[in-house]
Each structure stands twice: as structure tokens, then as C-alpha cells.
């Protein structure tokens, strides 16, 4: 879909903090991060949500959720990486706010370490573009070895 931010990343179109591709799966950070390590988990096709997802995308695309959760696990978890949340959204009145479907990983810390508190407002001022560019290859680096 020509006009939709999350094709256009999938493309390369649109720059984004890669961490994982394949054939048919594309991970990269959120650019609002909720915490240190939040990322996106999509389709490279279109889909705009849960209700029209196949079955075999859905499959492809959890298939890489394990791994990217260990990469994530082992990144953070020096930092005080507590848990993880696996989040994602359908329409508006649920919050979605890009209509290509994707997947939340958003890592959960030890509140006080980092300051960071458990919820769902992007940390802005906190993390730069130039934290979640390190984020990511540190990210990077461990799902390749997975
Ligand atoms: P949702 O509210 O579930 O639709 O989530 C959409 C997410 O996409 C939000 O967390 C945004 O911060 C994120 N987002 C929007 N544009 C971009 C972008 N260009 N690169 C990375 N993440 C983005
Ligand atoms: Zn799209």
C-alpha cells in the first residue's frame, strides 16, 4: 500500500533502526519508545489488522517473537529488564494509530533502575534517536545469533 508508513519501512522506503528482516517478517524500534528496547514486530505485506491477518502470516510473524524476546532478554537484562510485554492493537478505539497490522515488544524494568515507570507514555526526552540507533544494533547483534 503506497501510502502506508509501515510498507514503506518494510521497503526501505522509509529509514528506520532495523534489528531484524526476512522474507517475509521486518522488526525495528518504535520511534516513540514506551521503554528501552520497545519495538515492532510486522508483516512485510499489508494487512491493516488482526481481523484480516492469514493464518500463515500470523504464523511467519510469531515464529520471530521468541527470538527477538531473547535478544531483547539478553540486551537488557544487565539494565534491569524485568519482563516483557507482547501488545498489539486493532482499530482506533484500541489505540491503534498506524493501520498496518504490528506487534508490540515492549520491555518491562525494575522501576527503580532507570527511572523508568510501568507504563504506556513515550519516554521522548529520554530516549533520543541516537539511544534507540545504539539500541537497535545491540538488539541486532544477538537476534543474529539466535
Ligand atoms: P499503535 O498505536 O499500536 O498503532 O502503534 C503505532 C506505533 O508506531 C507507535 O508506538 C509509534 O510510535 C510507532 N511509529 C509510528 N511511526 C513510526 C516510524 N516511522 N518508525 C517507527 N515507529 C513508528
Ligand atoms: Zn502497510
Known amino acids: 500500500m ?12 522509509l529509514p528506520s533502526e532495523k534489528v531484524y528482516e526476512d522474507e517475509h517478517v521486518f522488526a525495528f524500534m518504535d520511534i516513540t519508545p514506551v521503554t528501552k528496547g520497545h519495538l515492532l514486530v510486522i508483516p512485510k505485506n499489508h494487512y491493516e ?12 510473524l510469531f515464529s520471530v517473537v521468541p527470538k527477538l524476546a531473547q535478544a531483547l532478554k539478553e540486551t537488557f537484562q ?14 482506533a478505539e ?11 515488544l515492549i520491555p518491562r524494568y525494575d522501576k527503580q533502575e532507570d527511572g ?19 539500541f537497535a544494533e ?9
Not at 544487565?78 to 482499530?91: I, P, R, S, T
Open 78 to 91: 544487565q539494565e534491569g529488564m524485568k519482563g516483557l510485554n507482547v501488545l498489539q492493537n486493532n482499530g
Open 94 to 104: 484500541a489505540g491503534q494509530s498506524v493501520f498496518h497490522f504490528h506487534m508490540h
Open 116 to 134: 523508568f515507570q510501568p507504563g504506556w507514555e513515550p519516554q521522548i526526552e529520554t530516549l533520543t534517536h541516537d539511544k534507540i540507533a545504539a
Open 138 to 146: 545491540r538488539v541486532r547483534q544477538l537476534t543474529e545469533t539466535k
Open 2 to 13: 503506497t501510502s502506508c508508513i509501515f510498507c514503506k519501512i518494510a521497503n526501505g522506503d
Open 49 to 60: 489488522n488482526v481481523y484480516d491477518l492469514p493464518a500463515d502470516e500470523a504464523s511467519h
